[in-house]
């Protein structure tokens, strides 16, 4: 197989299909949503068996408990899939949207109007689920997607997208929408981020070498995600009560995701007051602390933390602790420390929260708040794609209407420029 | 000199300026605009004389005369120059925005704010104009600017962006909003294509090859123009007297510029009526006439057309011409070869307008009207830094919306995820 011209073809007839995909109306995207989720539940058994060669193979090669489990497609977790597509059919849709009008002193009138991207590639790691739900995001935004999974999933990922591509071909719909790439070469990765003449935009889904990888590679336009570092500040005016309250949800709810928090910032004049508490409230949830050389003096049982500590991901119940002596000293070290995903203050003082919200460079900043709704849900976006933290394009949650763009139609009759 | 330290540094500085320079009001910007616009005037006669160290240099290298003409600075040139800043006074600031602004479920009030991008790098080519156009477009819209011109026109570009330096100054303005490059080392490009750390968006002005370069080395998001081969189509529809003013317009008007005609589409039913009243026209310009072998047999003085006609960018009084079967063989012909700039059709027919309006993956889709309208200007978005032919952020002109982005503003009472 010649791979860079096979994933060429797949490219070039998702391109063909995205021009008339960008063409239909809601409903009919809407019953091809409904039918895919359908067919996912039909055909489980068909699924549940190319997923068990998956995880039979992965055991053999020694994949720990925690990857074999994401890998797992049971019974419940297809028909969660189905219900994820089914919950894209309310959602409203983008396409068409009409975003400016106006009519010139030319005589020209311009309508800005929101159409789909075109195609989208994705590349991603072990979790099956992406392919499931990155073709719905795409297929109800009116883009045609490529997908690319990781090798250990490749049977589960085969078996899900002939599932989706035969409801296309049931709803006479272009089935090559979806394409799924059906080889494990890793030349087909490369091929992909350079099949700019077919693919308008790439989204990685997994970890950062991978992100860092495809961003380095893509003569494509990449929307990424790397690290989410956020920062919870506590100024000098915060409410204990709900500093106390917002930390623990922000570092304890769920870790292991990219919103929960990483560090905590307190103002020296609170910190006396403020720590005891947080650090009580931390520990029942047996949250290791990390802090400087201040926060220890206060409480010699935090760990020294080290230099490598204000800029890492822990994705567990780590965090580390840091007093500073102003607002603008908590700005500067979130701007230079952070990954400008999001960043919270706590105060009641609104000069300091206006001025945290406009000098703190991240897409989501709080006042008073968990930075854990950082989430196309929790944002009324519905289902997401992730979450930007570049700033061209899309920054924030990816959803429906950040998989669009737009397009000038000019309407004149007989209009020439003087 | 440490060039990769060197342009870091001075990307830093500019990161840090645009912090400030984020939260500014209009009026204050707009005084610094205006304080710009009086220095260049007041200091025409240093200006000029760098130049004229430019123009000598040029010349015994041997510089041809247009392009020598480009690099010229004239005292009127000057004067155009502070003309196009003054004219970014009265636009509107962009900056502040609120796009969109929701209370959720869970309590928290979500504000989507419009904010500068933060840093962006201009790469360009000869024509020092663009020092002090994209310095200006970068302030009005709250943005730092790194500036790295083409070496032919240093000292010009140096002498333009101290007298902009001089500006910020008076006007207690962080000098470091505006940096130029101080080196013509070319491992300047690669350290500014490579300085993620600082800079959010670059945008490359000049000739393909220096656009396909930055995309290409660039790690940092780009905002960029390729060619523009600009299509007019003849539809069975339309009215003869419209199609051959607009096909003049669109050809000859400017024929240097991105947005002007390249190919002539006609279709087989109207050629042999309306290809006779258009060409006769455009001969009156001079202009070359290249076409498939049907339009040769309409017209033998026609040239034949090669396979690469249908692919150049002339930006000359060139035009290559084909005749087709059908609406759709147009649509289809103009989304093979074409640069989804800018294309028209010509029609009374209101469905076969439509059609093409929707079914065309251009920046912007013309009904009877010229492709020549495609500028920030006409589009009614005053001055613009170019036209993006990407899907991604910016599409078509890139004016001061274009050059922000946006973050999420969150106010909560203690609100903690569920």
């Not at 991207?117 to 099956?128: C, F, H, N, S, T």
């Not at 952070?338 to 000069?351: L, P, V, W």
Request: proline residues 4%; negative net charge; aromatic residues 6%.
């Amino acid at each position: 197989m010649n791979i860079p011209a096979y994933v060429n073809d797949c490219c070039r007839r998702a391109q063909h299909a995205s021009r008339i995909l960008a063409n239909q109306c809601a409903d009919t995207k809407n019953d091809v949503l409904k039918s895919m989720a359908a067919m996912l539940e039909a055909e489980t058994e068909l699924i549940e068996a190319a997923n068990a060669e998956d995880v039979a193979v992965a055991r053999d090669e020694g994949m720990d408990d925690a990857l074999l489990d994401r890998l797992t497609l049971t019974g419940t977790r297809i028909a969660a899939m189905a219900k994820g597509l089914r919950e894209l059919v309310p959602l409203h849709d983008p396409v068409g949207a009409v975003l400016a009008q106006r009519t010139r002193p030319s005589g020209i009138t311009i309508t800005k109007v929101r159409v789909p991207l075109g195609v989208i590639g994705i590349i991603y790691e072990a979790r099956p689920n992406v392919t499931v739900d990155a073709a719905g995001l795409c297929l109800k935004s009116g883009n045609a997607v490529v997908l690319r999974g990781g090798t250990e999933a490749y049977r589960s990922n085969l078996a899900l997208s002939r599932v989706l591509q035969a409801a296309l071909a049931h709803c006479k719909f272009p089935v090559d929408a979806v394409q799924f790439l059906e080889t494990t070469d890793r030349a087909a990765v490369d091929a992909l981020l350079h099949a700019e003449q077919y693919v308008d935009c790439i989204i990685p889904r997994g970890g950062k070498s991978l992100v860092y990888k495809v961003a380095e590679t893509s003569r494509i336009p990449v929307l990424k995600h790397y690290d989410g570092i956020c920062h919870t500040y506590i100024a000098k005016d915060a409410d204990l009560a709900k500093a106390v309250a917002v930390c623990y949800n922000a570092k304890v709810q769920r870790p292991g995701v990219c919103n929960a928090m990483e560090t905590l910032l307190v103002d020296e004049h609170i910190a006396p007051k403020a720590l005891p508490l947080v650090f009580a409230k931390l520990r029942e949830a047996g949250v290791e602390l990390r802090g400087c050389d201040k926060t220890r003096a206060l409480d010699p049982a935090v760990v020294p933390a080290t230099e490598a500590d204000w800029r890492t991901e822990y994705l567990a119940l780590i965090l580390s602790v840091k007093i500073v002596r102003s607002l603008d000293e908590a700005i500067a070290f979130i701007n230079e420390h952070g990954s400008h995903h999001s960043d919270a203050i706590i105060t009641e003082n609104h000069y300091e929260a206006a001025h945290f919200l406009q000098y703190v460079d991240s897409a989501a900043v709080y006042v008073n708040a968990s930075t854990r709704f950082t989430d196309g849900g929790e944002f009324g976006m519905g289902a997401e794609m992730g979450i930007s933290t570049s700033k061209l394009h899309a920054r924030g949650p990816v959803g429906l209407e950040e998989l669009t763009t737009y397009k000038y139609m000019v309407r004149g009759d007989g209009a020439i420029r003087q």
